[in-house]
C-alpha cells in the first residue's frame, strides 16, 4: 500500500510567506558573477535560505482569503525589498562617489563593460563596484544581512508585518546614505582638483605663451590617480560607518 505525501495547507502557506520575503531581500543584495548566472543563484539561495529558516515559518490557523493572502505576500515582498534596497544603497553610495569623481578628473571619458550588468560604465565606477563588493563580503556585512533577516521572522512572522510612518522614515534614512557617502568620498577629491584648476588659471594668465589646456587633463587625471591611491586607506572606515548607519536604520524597519 503506498503511501499520499500530503502538504498541510498552513505549512505550505507559511514556506510562501517566508519565501517572498527572504527573495525580496535577495533579489537586491550584491552578488558577485555575470547578470547571466545570478538568476539561478539567488533561486537557489532563497530557497536554501528558507528551507533553513524552518522553525521561524508561521502557524497560519485555517485557510485566509484570496484577498487577505494577497495583501500579506504584498506586506511580505515590500519588508523583503526594503531590507534589500538597504544593502544596495550601501553600494552604490560608492559608486556616486566614483562617478562624481571621474567626472571632474576626466576618466568619464573612458569606459569599460561593467563585469555586473553588461553596460558601458566609467572606469572608476566599475573598480568602486568591485572595492564595495570587496569590502562587503571582507567586513562580515552579509552575516549581517542573515541576522536581521532572521531577526525580522521573530519580530514580525510571516503575515503580520504593516506598513507605518516609522517604516517609511527609516527607509528613507537608508536612501540618504547614497548621498552622504558618496559626498563625503568625493569632496576632498574635487576641491583639490578645483584648486589646480585655478593654479593653471593663473599660470595661463600669467604667461599667456604656455599651452596648458593640452596639459590639463593629464595632471588633473595623474593627481586623482594619487590623490585615489592615498584615500584607499581611508575607504574601509567609511564604508564602515555608513554600513553602521544603513543597518541601524534597517533594523528600526523591523523594530516594533
Known sequence: MRGDLAVPIPLLLGFLLTLVRVSGVFVFVPMPGASSSL???????????????FS????????????????????EAALG?????????????????AQI?????????????????????????????????LLFFAMGLDHQVLRILARSLETYPAGSFTLSRGAGEHILLIGSVIFSTGLR?????????????????????????????????????LVALGLMGSLAMMLSTLFRLSATSTFGAARGLIAH
Open 39 to 53: 538568476g539561478p543563484a539567488r533561486v537557489m539561495l532563497s530557497l536554501g535560505m528558507t528551507i533553513a529558516l
Open 56 to 75: 521561524h515559518w508561521p502557524r497560519v490557523d485555517g485557510t485566509p482569503s484570496v484577498e487577505s493572502f494577497v495583501m500579506w505576500i504584498i506586506l
Open 81 to 97: 525589498v526594503g531590507t534589500g534596497l538597504a544593502v544596495a544603497f550601501l553600494m552604490e553610495a560608492l559608486a556616486l562617489g
Open 101 to 133: 569623481i571621474g567626472l571632474q578628473a576626466g576618466y568619464a571619458f573612458a569606459s569599460t563593460v561593467d563585469p555586473n550588468t553588461q553596460a558601458d560604465s566609467t572606469v572608476l565606477v566599475v573598480l568602486s563596484q568591485v572595492a564595495a563588493g
Open 185 to 221: 568620498l568625493a569632496m576632498p577629491m574635487i576641491a583639490i582638483l578645483v584648486m589646480l584648476d585655478i593654479s593653471l588659471a593663473l599660470l595661463g594668465r600669467v604667461n599667456t605663451q604656455l599651452q596648458l589646456l593640452h596639459l590639463s587633463f593629464p595632471v588633473k587625471m
